[in-house]
């Protein structure tokens, strides 16, 4: 009795948020039309067109021979290897790639009521950007844009096939593999209906599941994984071994590099720790020059080492945040994200290590919703391809999609050990 009592009450708070969502905007916000306006600006960055740079125009090329003239929008890292020689850019027009209308209008519903929790979670958090202002002099400027990465947009459910590939100094494939990794969430989903109601009990924020495709050596090793809503709370993580055909749970370690990967287990998105791990240092909001949305499902890659995004780029809006960990096994000393205002992902991560020298350099590109036939028009942001250049290492990572599905309805039970025996056989 007391369980089915429960369910209801659940139903009925979930069908009460759903109506509380179904209005455009809260009360209050919209008897302040200038909050929320101020909110929509931050969404719509460019509706008034895209910022202009002295010298950098649409269709031209920066190369060593002009790469001063991209001085103040290009990290000084990534300056360095253009002035070097080992990277052209070629500069298109900047694209305006809204987020979809759901998340926008849960970022509104949302606004000023957010606040830190003291037990690792947000407090009045229902979904959407939980700061979506931020003022650079607040002094936890920089622990809300963290926070905002945890929950930025990335669609409910993803399931994305692509390869990755380990590169030499010459830009020789050393190793590559093949996998489909699916992300589905069950919190905090724009619209709180499609909210997973037994994982939002079990405070389960998301889970995720990778299958390896190829080679055939490791072919059909499995992974979950379950992320907390509690920032504070470990992952779980459990493993299938096709040559055992035994399942186990592991202790996952995030600050670990995959297989010798030249990126950690959490950046594979630029992003994807705890919040509580980090001092979160704000610095700036600037235009950067950066990896431009590309109008194919996949990105391309060249230059010397292959690493290089060679699609065009263009001069986004961005917030800048240092990430100091906090935690004594963290390998780094430090990682400066370059977030994009529009849609909330990083498109560099530059890092340092333990003695303030440059290390690595992370580059992230993204898809145009209509360039891709499975998903167009869903305004949610696409990755397209990712490099992890390791510059100490003199070796390189470069991830390219080959085929990607956003928000296809998925059983929960698929996320299971059972299923992972099931998908073994």
Known sequence: M???????????SALLVLLIFAAPVRADVAQDPELKEKILAEFYPYRHGGPQVEGITPGMTINKNN?????????????KVVQA?????????????????????????????????PDGTLSQYAAGLPFPLIDPADPQAGLKLGWNLRFRERADVLQSWGTTSLLGSSGSVQRSSSSLFIRMYGMYRPNPAHNVAEWAEA?????????????????????????????????????????????RKIVYNPYDASQG????????????????AYDWHFVEDK????????????????????????????LRWVRVVDMVPRVANHPYGRRRLYVDRQHGSPLFSIIFDKDGQHWRTLFFSFSHPD???LNRGLRVPMYAGNSWVDYQAGRATVWVPTKNIYNKPLPAQFFSVASMMRQGK
């Open 261 to 276: 990967l030249t990126f950690l287990s959490e950046e594979f998105s630029g992003f994807e720790g705890h919040v509580y």
């Open 371 to 373: 360039s891709n036939p």
């Open 85 to 117: 020689g080992d990277l052209e850019i070629t500069v298109q027009a900047t694209t305006d790639v809204p987020l979809r209308e759901e998340y926008i209008n849960a970022t509104i519903a949302g606004a000023a009521q957010v606040t830190f929790g």
């Open 287 to 314: 235009v950067v020059l950066a990896p431009g949305v590309v109008r194919s499902e996949m990105a391309h890659f060249g230059s010397a080492c292959n690493c290089y995004p060679i699609d065009p780029w263009e």
């Open 67 to 79: 790469a001063q003239v991209a001085a103040t929008v290009l990290p000084p890292e990534i300056l």
């Open 203 to 247: 405070g389960v924020l998301y889970k995720d599941y990778s299958i390896t495709l190829r080679p055939t050596d490791i072919e059909g090793a499995q992974s979950m994984g379950v992320r907390y809503n509690q920032d504070t709370k470990e992952d779980d993580r459990w493993i299938y071994d096709p040559k055992t055909r035994r399942t």
């Open 2 to 12: 007391y369980k089915r009592g429960y369910q209801r009450e659940i139903r009925f």
